[in-house]
């Protein structure tokens, strides 16, 4: 009898997923496990790792006293759908960092966070339109797939849909501004203060920093109009700086998400903000025509929220982000070393917790539009090649952990220089 070969799990997954994917990566390597700053495929190839769940593993992967934490809590159970003391005990931990933080509702995803917080501010103003910057990214609902990455953008004030079955009304209820353009938006602010509900901005969009006086800007003219500041912290969030990209960056929003750091690599998410915005969860305070339900089966999920208080309780420690910032600005100047010794042309864009490569002839990138002169041909390339050197990475940043060490600084410079050396053969 003919034997037959068993299917492989990129074939298995070609066949159940679509695009054979989750939908995250676009490279089909297959992640066995991970621990500390590196990870390995199911066909042992050893990397280290840059990508970090897309972030979530800021003290890096299998940290032990996350995973103890969080094998004692599946000891006393996996959820409850009330009340339970880790989720408390991290809100409190938030509202104590966080400058804007008074009170804290969870929730699972970055998505769902983003998409409550612009909820929130249109119950709390009253008035039905957001005003988002081109490129930022807020989530995957309706409302922040309006200009994520438009590859015409548009020179007025007018969302565009970026997804196919968005209702076309979505697009009136958003509009955009180019972000680090204050004063294109106090224009736009200024137009539409009778109709804006609340303003949502990446305190660092994507890889962006924020300019000299931006976020100030949009914080005076927000506050003259009582108009809430959103600030999405779901990057940023424990990563910038314990309290965040408003610490960080010194300015104070009315509401903030956050997500990935606090989860500790599960699935948490959070909206928080000034008690009398975040009231309008609370039907009492608020009435029936003011209240905002929400509701989440895994909402303030205690595995999770027990990750996130053994991972901020690490992060809180003296020397943490020290620790980060000296291990990303050593990969910072490794790489543009490394570019600029092999000839390439490229500006490294970010804060050393993320950044990147952008393969440009421009003198600097300061918004969306800057991004699109980006050789994305070449990125790939140069991606494709520090993976094949040992390097893992998303196609858009490097994100630095705090298990990251000065063996995976070295073996990662060495990946650099080979892999520019690939894109010029």
């Known amino acids: 009898m003919p034997t037959t070969t068993a299917p492989s799990l990129a074939e298995i997954a070609d066949r159940v997923l679509p695009a054979g ?10 992640i066995r496990e991970g621990r500390a700053g590196r990870v390995w495929d199911t066909e042992g190839r050893e990397y280290v790792d840059y990508l970090l769940g897309s972030g979530p593993m800021l003290v890096g992967h299998a940290h032990p006293e996350v995973n ?45 966070a ?64 180019p972000f680090n353009d204050l004063a294109a938006a106090e224009q736009i602010i200024h137009a539409h203060r009778d109709e804006l509900g609340g303003v949502i901005v990446e305190p660092m969009q994507r890889l962006i920093p924020p300019s000299p006086g931006f976020l100030q800007g949009l914080r005076a003219i927000t506050a003259e109009y009582g108009i809430p500041l959103i600030f999405d912290e779901v990057v940023t969030g424990f990563r910038l700086s314990y309290g965040g990209g408003q610490t960080y960056y010194g300015v104070t929003p009315d ?13 948490l998410s959070a909206i928080a903000g000034r008690a009398d915005i975040m009231a309008h969860f609370d039907q009492a305070k608020v ?10 089966t895994l909402s ?33 100047s490794g790489l543009e070393r490394s570019l600029k010794a092999s000839g390439l042309t490229a500006l490294i864009v970010g804060e050393p917790v993320m950044f990147d490569a952008m393969f440009t002839n421009r003198d600097k990138v300061t918004d969306y539009r800057g991004t699109l002169d980006v050789d994305k041909v070449r990125s ?46």
């Not at 994917?21 to 297959?30: H, L, P, Q, V, Y």
């Not at 980060?324 to 910072?332: P, S, Y």
């Not at 390097?391 to 630095?400: L, R």
């Open 114 to 177: 983003d998409a409550y917080a612009m909820r929130l501010a249109r119950a709390f103003r009253g008035r039905p339109k957001i005003l988002k910057f081109e490129g930022g990214y807020h989530g995957m609902s309706d409302y922040g797939l309006m200009s994520l990455w438009p590859s015409r953008p548009g020179n007025s004030e007018h969302a565009m849909a970026d997804s196919a079955g968005i209702p076309e009304s979505v697009q009136a209820e958003m509009l955009v501004a």
């Open 68 to 112: 103890a934490a969080v094998i004692e809590q599946v000891g006393r159970g996996s959820t409850f759908f009330a009340n339970n003391e880790p989720g408390i005990r991290l809100a409190a931990e938030i509202v104590d960092a966080v400058p804007c933080a008074e009170q804290v509702r969870f929730a699972s995803t970055g998505t769902e």
């Open 255 to 267: 509401i903030c998400t956050l997500g990935k750091v606090i989860g500790g690599g599960y699935p």
């Open 21 to 30: 994917s989750f939908g995250n990566m676009s490279d089909k390597t297959i």
């Open 287 to 296: 009435g029936a025509a003011g209240f905002m339900p929400q509701i989440g």
């Open 380 to 425: 790939r390339r140069f991606n494709a090649g520090l993976r094949e050197h040992g390097v893992f990475k998303s196609e858009s940043k490097f994100y630095v952990s705090h298990a990251h060490d000065a063996v995976d600084v070295e073996q990662s410079i060495a990946a650099f220089e080979a892999a520019a050396a690939m894109i010029l053969d």
């Open 300 to 332: 303030g999920n205690p595995i999770a929220s027990a990750a996130g208080l053994a991972t901020l309780a690490i992060l809180k420690r003296e020397g943490a982000y020290e620790r980060i910032f000296a291990t990303g600005r050593a990969l910072m």
